[in-house]
């Protein structure tokens, strides 16, 4: 078992799903990585690295979700 | 002089999109006698954007950077405008703004803001952006908000009112949310600045 929060939201993953990275976590909550931006304990990571990104147990996540309209 | 003028005087605001957004805060920037604005945008002034953009009908056609310093320099003719009529990208954006102190994300587009707000955050150390997303549709204007997500992030709107789900866009919401990123933008300048 394991935990992590998203947007301060904590969400519990049995101990076989992890490891899984940001690309597949974006995937799961069904948003779209083209319009987020992704903080991981304060520090941003750019797009091109979410599905190289590995989520831990413990991790907190930010997801700035984009709309559009201007 | 005043403090806040004071302030406001000696700063740099890029704004990234001259649309309902970047027109709107660009104006009340200027009114509030801002030091310098770069704006920047690759588009030209159309006849739907009037319901909602500091355009006027016989600028239709013309490219919008260039109406819109013409415009800023009507309320004040002093006022120091850097325009530049270019498609910003991830390669770009650095470059362009390297002289602002705080960047507002005023595009349309939902990809163009994710581009804007990573790079500022991820590379360029020391600047403020102040994004706005969730102003699509008309009414609950209340629904608007400023929330400060990080220390240099700052991201005005509703959230979630999106031009593809609210099919329209009016002055009043979107003037709105302009004013949201404008007073955000001179209240870090003279709070922490």
């Given at each position: 078992m394991g935990r992590i929060k998203v947007n301060g939201v904590e969400k519990e993953f049995g101990?076989?799903?992890?490891?899984?990275n940001l690309s597949e976590l974006l995937e799961m909550l069904k948003v779209d990585s083209a319009t987020v931006v992704a903080e991981i304990g304060g520090d941003i990571i750019e797009r091109s690295k979410f599905s190289e990104t590995v989520i831990e147990d413990g991790d907190s996540v930010e997801l700035i979700r984009f709309v559009p309209g201007g | 002089m005043n403090k806040v003028y004071e302030k406001l005087s000696k700063t740099v605001v890029g704004i990234a999109g001259t649309g309902g957004l970047g027109s709107n805060v660009a104006a009340a920037l200027v009114r509030n006698g801002i030091g310098k604005l770069i704006i920047v945008d690759f588009d030209v002034v159309s006849?739907?954007?009037?319901?909602?953009?500091?355009?006027?009908?016989?600028?239709?056609?013309?490219?919008k950077v260039e109406a819109l310093t013409e415009n800023l320099e009507r309320i004040n003719v002093g006022v120091n405008i850097e325009a530049i009529n270019i498609r910003l990208d991830r390669e770009n954006i650095e470059g362009i703004f390297s002289e602002a102190d705080i960047i507002a994300e005023?595009?349309?587009?939902a990809e163009q803001k994710q581009i804007l707000v990573e790079t500022v955050l991820s590379r360029m150390g020391d600047k403020y952006v102040v994004s706005a997303s969730g102003l699509a549709g008309?009414?609950?204007?209340?629904?608007?908000v400023t929330k400060?997500?990080?220390?240099?992030l700052i991201v005005v709107g509703d959230g979630y009112s999106g031009i593809d789900t609210e099919k329209v866009l009016t002055a009043g919401r979107v003037g709105i949310a302009a004013c949201h990123q404008a007073n955000a933008i001179v209240e870090l300048i003279v709070d922490e600045m």
């Open positions: 101990a076989g799903e992890f490891p899984f | 006849e739907d954007n009037l319901n909602r953009q500091f355009y006027f009908f016989d600028q239709v056609g013309r490219v005023c595009f349309d587009d008309y009414g609950r204007g209340n629904e608007i400060r997500i990080s220390e240099r």
